[in-house]
């Protein structure tokens, strides 16, 4: 019982906030008290606020009050120490300083873990050696910090003088002869001054920094729901995909089996009727010959009447028919027309062709940049960009004439004489590039009157109206319509753009990141018009002249 009584003793005389016996105790006015160097370590830390309280009540004093030492409270703790019984857990601050400690400097040999650093004296203290800085009259205005080694900061490096002067001026701290030397006539306040206003704006910039922390966390959540559908989105699209594509092999599996067996069964039957009408034909030759025979024999016969009745028996065989020879080809007897197969191999050739232009105009999955890129801004940073691109013979309408290299296109009076094929623009007098466009591409048009120029995809209709293969009239196509004035169409909406003239438009190209823009060339790039696209689809140029004969627009 005495031994729990002893420790009830230690629990009364212990500090509640190192959780240790009282060591320069000292008694705050709301009756609570404390280790001097414990209170005075949680004051320092509330100087900036200008309100002291209690860690135990969270009574608050204004102003800081002066802190003296408990001498009644202190002989107690110092005859509870002599009773002889000791602590299970030695103080933390008695403890060597570690390498990532900052030592004492007034230990001699091995060094104390310091607890404080004063800013006046530039040093650090342990626990024992702290003490005067709290009970002695001559340290009461030194600064008292948490212990660090970058003490040697706050000297000035030219004069090896505490810095305590701001200099607004040139934004650096000082030392008091600098201030009367080079910084001499500069605007200057103490550090303690420049802080306290500092420390408002921190405020300030502190709660614009949790905005943005706030924001930037709403888009982490936004992207987390957005990168979760994604999955979602891509785990249907992947299983859906594995089935139409499991059974589209299925049914080209069943397609294949089923056009062997046809052939199986269409090559049996020619095979048994061939063979039949093949004995059939052996069998009627047979015959003939033995009749043959008979004739050679009846010719040579001497008896006339025996001749006579054996001759006209033949022709009597020979279905009544009263002629001097035998028919060369019966009726029924001529082999039918051989059929072979080759047919079928170029149906499935066909089909081949088919699934690989289907596959040419399949639908992409478009490709998104974690970052976008940022966009060119003089010519010789787009010209970077710029790909060999061409016109199409096979696409251009018949009234436009392909030059310089089928870079050039010519509006006609007359249908040119160029080869007519199935993807030329019928009544739209219109062409699309050879090539189609990956990533980042530029390219420049040089034009004279009206003309269109465009983006868009293999597949628009070619031989529709306006609607459906103009260029800007559908969704399938982006086109800057160029006359006295800009107008940008996709899907027949217009938008009016403003912008100098010029007979040279650029064109920027980033596929991936799904912009194109326009700008207008000349000593400098103007941008015209910018519009973001999420391309489905293989894009491809496009030129439109819809003005009078002789116009021409050239690819650059």
């Not at 005389?13 to 006015?29: A, E, F, H, N």
């Amino acid at each position: 019982m005495a031994q729990h009584g002893n420790q009830l003793d230690w629990d009364k005389y212990s500090c509640s906030i190192c959780l240790d016996v009282l060591r320069y105790p000292v008694t705050i006015p709301c009756g609570h008290s404390y280790c001097m160097i414990c209170i005075q370590s949680v004051w320092d830390d509330e100087e900036q606020k200008k309100t002291f309280k209690c860690p135990q009540c969270r009574q608050r004093f204004m102003p800081r009050p002066v802190l003296v030492k408990n001498t009644m409270l202190a002989d107690l703790v110092e005859d509870l120490k002599k009773t002889g019984q000791k602590r299970e857990v030695e103080p933390a601050n008695d403890c060597h300083a570690g390498s990532e400690d900052v030592g004492c400097d007034v230990c001699i040999g091995t060094k104390r873990k310091a607890l404080k650093s004063c800013l006046q004296c530039l040093a650090s203290y342990c626990e024992q050696h702290l003490q005067p800085h709290y009970e002695s009259s001559a340290f009461r205005k030194h600064k008292l910090v948490k212990a660090s080694e970058k003490l040697q900061e706050n000297l000035c490096p030219r004069h090896d003088e505490v810095m305590k002067i701001f200099c607004r001026t040139d934004k650096c701290c000082i030392c008091i002869l600098c201030s009367m030397d080079e910084h001499k006539g500069h605007d200057t306040v103490s550090a303690v001054a420049e802080r306290t206003e500092r420390q408002d704006d921190l405020g300030a910039t502190r709660q614009q920094i949790q905005e943005i922390i706030q924001d930037k966390q709403n888009d982490v959540k936004v992207l987390q729901q957005e990168r979760e559908e994604v999955n979602r989105s891509a785990d249907k699209s992947t299983q859906e995909s594995e089935r139409i594509f499991t059974e589209l092999i299925s049914l080209l599996e069943g397609r294949r089996s089923k056009v062997k067996q046809q052939i199986k069964s269409q090559k049996e039957a020619d095979m048994s009727q061939m063979e039949e009408q093949q004995k059939k034909l052996e069998q009627e030759v047979k015959e003939l010959r033995r009749k043959d025979t008979e004739l050679e024999e009846l010719s040579h016969t001497e008896d006339h009447c025996h001749f006579l009745t054996k001759y006209l028996s033949c022709l009597s065989e020979s279905k009544g028919q009263e002629t001097k020879g035998v028919q060369r080809d019966p009726a029924g007897t001529k082999p039918p027309p051989p059929q072979y197969f080759e047919a079928v191999a170029a149906a499935v050739s066909a089909l081949r062709d088919q699934v690989q232009n289907l596959s040419e105009e399949w639908t992409m999955i478009p490709q998104t940049e974690p970052k976008s890129q940022a966009e060119p801004k003089t010519r010789a940073e787009f010209l970077k960009y710029s790909r060999p691109m061409t016109l199409d013979p096979n696409t251009a309408h018949k009234r436009l004439l392909l030059s310089e290299g089928n870079k050039r296109i010519t509006l006609a009076r007359e249908n040119t004489s160029h080869t007519l094929h199935p993807d030329n623009f019928i009544h739209i007098t219109q062409d699309m590039s050879t090539q189609h466009l990956r990533g980042r591409c530029y390219w420049e048009v040089e034009k004279k009157n009206k003309v269109a120029i465009a983006l868009t995809y293999k597949n628009i209709s070619k031989s529709g109206g306006l609607n459906e293969c103009g260029f800007g009239y559908n969704d399938k196509s982006w086109a800057l319509h160029c006359d006295k004035s800009y107008i940008f169409m996709h899907n027949n909406d217009f938008t009016r753009v403003s912008g100098p003239m010029s007979s040279r438009v650029g064109v920027y190209l980033d596929h991936e990141a799904g912009f194109l823009s326009f700008y207008s060339v000349s000593e400098s790039m103007t941008l015209l018009h910018r519009v973001r696209v999420a391309f489905t689809q293989p894009i491809y140029a496009g030129l439109g002249l819809y003005g009078t004969d002789g116009d021409d627009v050239e690819l650059k």
